[in-house]
């Protein structure tokens, strides 16, 4: 659950999937063999560190040893982001999207569903994830399908405007220019082989939707 | 507590100077959009074969190898986005201490945190904490609700404010309740928290060949001071009797540590297996033994002293941060702990506890 250290990106998986996309209405297809990912860029250590450690109480075992030892070397807010768990996607898509997608009930297997009476942190897997692509996909193309303003396909004045407004909904914050330019830089530059503007759309929207901006909390 | 530390938005601009231009693809995943980034799979899988994971594993490699790049949002006094920041805290809470998206109203409240108080009164709260409190006893779920009265025991302390420590120590045991799909809690003068409960008994029963519960020993002092070691596999023809493990490879962590595990089983009553494998316990063989700094007596000496340890406060506070925040505190949040610590004196009871680090501003940062 360690947060913003790491990122290897799917964009160029993303891209290059795209190829292979059905002409087939409604559905998803397999990535073609040899995509890539590329590393994000790096973090000065010292904007995640407890700069100034406070003094607090000291624990000590029986043994003699201070438990406080034991802290991470983390500033505060820094650490926050848990994956959301399955039991709560279905609220969380109808949040954005007004409804569950249909195909979310019958995906408990791709996740870390804990036992009654018992507790386990979400992970980020990758089934859980491609699993969600899925479900975000079929969700987001019933939102397409049904506003007309998604009849054309995205371009240099609709993606921006658009991913602003679903960034915002599914992240609950307003986005700042980068997401919103990264967003609209793929719904106008990465789908070209996608000629269906509404799956256009739902490409986009499912693209925020497997994001960590909606997947965590 | 510096601001400057507080202050998050100050480190995402020195990581936004540290960035390479952006614009395009690469730049998708740049630590400041890391809240954010697209961990997109576009087109990359068709329902219907995604069952073939021969075909898809290179794809599931890179997936698991970096998919989520995680990064909390902070929101500062003067947040430009006050409605953003509450739907945020409203899903924040509504998930960790509910495990349920948040409703209409919670995320419509321009404050949802004046929502905590009911939160922590409610069902849901109470199963999901006592189910954590169980994960962090049990190393695995149990196969039914009558093997599980750590679960229902620290669901009754928390439902009924009872003082935590009497889930270790207090007067009570289980037994099943009428429909055979729970435990029933009742008050018995023989108890010793869960510990004496039989399903726990036997649970951790443990297999050393004379009946010495050194299971049990382990998990009494784990459940409640967190300690941790780990346990050792036996080699083939290795002698595991109390002969051997006081040879010096093994006779650190069973007869000389202050965690001594022999000595803590000494008063422990030991495991006795009838020839039609039914399992009872036999008192008769307790042994006074002297342990963290004490002559102990019974497993209740045992647990006595366990649970008035500084050790077992600081264990039930960074449970409640792992609960709250899903890892222990770090540095920084030093003070917020030790807030936690002393509800825990003042009031005994973990609710109060927990509630002061939820309730905390840094909780919905």
Redesign the interface.
Known sequence: ???????????????S??L???AEED?????Q?G?S????????PQ??E????????T?????GVD??T????????????????Y??????Y??VLGAAPA?LAAQAGSFDV????????PR????G???M??VSFEGALIVAKAGGKYAAAPDATTAPAECAAF??KA??????T??I???A??ATT?LAK?TNPQRKWA?VF???L????F??? | MARALRDPSRARERVAQALPPHGSLSSFHAPDACAGTFAALACALQLRRFVNLRRIAPLLVLLAAGAVALRGRSAKADDPDPKGRSERCATRLSITLLGKSADAALLASAKPEDSIDSMLTSPAFYDRFASFVNAQSNGAPAASPLQDPVYFLARHMIEQRKPWRDLYIGAYNVRAAADGKSLDIIEDANGLGYFRTAPWMVRYAGNESEGVRISAAYHMIHDTTGFQVPASVAKPGEDRTATGRKADACKNCHYDSWFALDKAAAVLSRKKVAADGTVSFDPTSITATALLNKNLASDKDLVTTLVSSEAWKFTQCRMVFNFLYGRPENQCEAPLFDQCVAALEKDGTINAALAVVVKDASFCQ
């Open positions: 659950m360690k947060t913003s250290l790491t990122t290897v990106s799917l964009a160029a998986l993303l891209a999937s795209l292979a996309c059905a559905a998803l297809e397999t990535p063999p995509a990912s590329s590393s994000g860029g790096t973090v000065d904007t995640l407890c700069t100034q450690k406070p003094q607090g109480r624990y000590v075992d029986f043994g438990l406080a034991t802290r991470i070397n983390e500033n505060i807010g820094v650490n926050r982001g848990r994956i959301k768990p039991a709560v996607l279905a609220g969380e109808t949040r195909s804990p036992a009654p009476r018992y507790f386990e942190e980020a897997t990758g089934v994830i491609s699993a692509y899925g960034l915002g992240f609950s914050r307003t986005p700042d980068q997401e330019d990264n967003c830089t793929f990465k996608e490409y499912a693209n925020v497997t994001s960590t901006g997947l965590t909390y």
